[in-house]
T-cell receptor, first 112, second 114 residues
Framework: GENVEQHPSTLSVQEGDSAVIKCTYS??????FPWYKQELGKRPQLIID?????GEKKDQRIAVTLNKTAKHFSLHITETQPEDSAVYLC???????????FGKGTRLSVIA | KAGVTQTPRYLIKTRGQQVTLSCSPI?????VSWYQQTPGQGLQFLFE???????NKGNFPGRFSGRQFSNSRSEMNVSTLELGDSALYLC?????????????FGEGSRLTVL
C-alpha cells in the first residue's frame, strides 16, 4: 500500500522567513495530495490540496508543488507569522477504494 | 452547519478494560473514517464506514472494531485495552469517498490507558 514520508519532523524559522516541508510517496498511482494544519489541541484542518494533473497551486502565502516523476510534493509558506506555528500533515491517496495515508507530521515553530 | 462531534473528549481507562467512542458526522455526510494519532506514529488509519458498511480497514488488531448506524453516526470500540492504545482518536466525515476531497475532522477523543 501507499507509504508517505515527511521531512523535517520539526522546523523552526524566524518570523517573515519562508518554510518548506517535503513529502515523498511510494505509489505512483497516487493522485490526490492534501495538506492539513493542526494547531495545538485542535482538529486537523485542510489548508490546501493538489491533484496529479496540476504541478503547482497557490493560495495567498501558501503553495504546494508536485513532482510526479520523483514522487514528492512540498508545502511552501512565505512570510511566516507566529500564527503559522502548528503541526502540518501531508497525505496521499490513490484512486478507488483506498484510504488517505498521512505522513507523520512536521511541527513548525515561527519565532517572533 | 454543525461540525463533526466526538464524545467523550477525554477518558481514562485501565489495562484490560474496553472503551467505546462515538462520532457524529456533519449532516449529510455518509462516510466516516477513524484515525489514531500518536506522537511517534502520526495519523494512522483505522477504518472507514460508508452507508453502514465497512469500506476499508487499516492494519490494527481485531481488538479495534467499529460500526456505523443508519443516521451515519459511528462508534469505535477497543477491547482489552493496552498501554499502547493511549492516543488521540480522530474521526472525520466526508460526503462520499474519503480519499478524494476534504476530510472534516472532529476534535478527537483522548484516551489514556493506565
Amino acid at each position: 500500500g501507499e507509504n508517505v514520508e515527511q521531512h523535517p519532523s520539526t522546523l523552526s524559522v524566524q518570523e517573515g522567513d519562508s518554510a518548506v516541508i517535503k513529502c515523498t510517496y511510494s505509489d505512483s498511482a497516487s493522485n490526490y495530495f492534501p495538506w492539513y494544519k493542526q494547531e495545538l489541541g485542535k482538529r486537523p484542518q485542510l489548508i490546501i490540496d493538489i491533484r496529479s494533473n496540476v504541478g503547482e497551486k497557490k493560495d495567498q502565502r501558501i503553495a504546494v508543488t508536485l513532482n510526479k516523476t520523483a514522487k514528492h510534493f512540498s508545502l511552501h509558506i512565505t512570510e511566516t507569522q507566529p500564527e503559522d506555528s502548528a503541526v502540518y500533515l501531508c497525505a496521499a491517496s490513490t484512486p478507488g477504494n483506498t484510504p488517505l495515508v498521512f505522513g507523520k507530521g512536521t511541527r513548525l515553530s515561527v519565532i517572533a | 452547519k454543525a461540525g463533526v462531534t466526538q464524545t467523550p473528549r477525554y477518558l481514562i481507562k485501565t489495562r484490560g478494560q474496553q472503551v467505546t467512542l462515538s462520532c457524529s458526522p456533519i449532516s449529510g455526510h455518509r462516510s466516516v473514517s477513524w484515525y489514531q494519532q500518536t506522537p511517534g506514529q502520526g495519523l494512522q488509519f483505522l477504518f472507514e464506514y460508508f452507508s453502514e458498511t465497512q469500506r476499508n480497514k487499516g492494519n490494527f488488531p481485531g481488538r479495534f472494531s467499529g460500526r456505523q448506524f443508519s443516521n451515519s453516526r459511528s462508534e469505535m470500540n477497543v477491547s482489552t485495552l493496552e498501554l499502547g492504545d493511549s492516543a488521540l482518536y480522530l474521526c472525520a466525515s466526508t460526503p462520499t469517498w474519503a480519499n478524494t476531497g476534504e476530510l472534516f475532522f472532529g476534535e478527537g477523543s483522548r484516551l489514556t490507558v493506565l
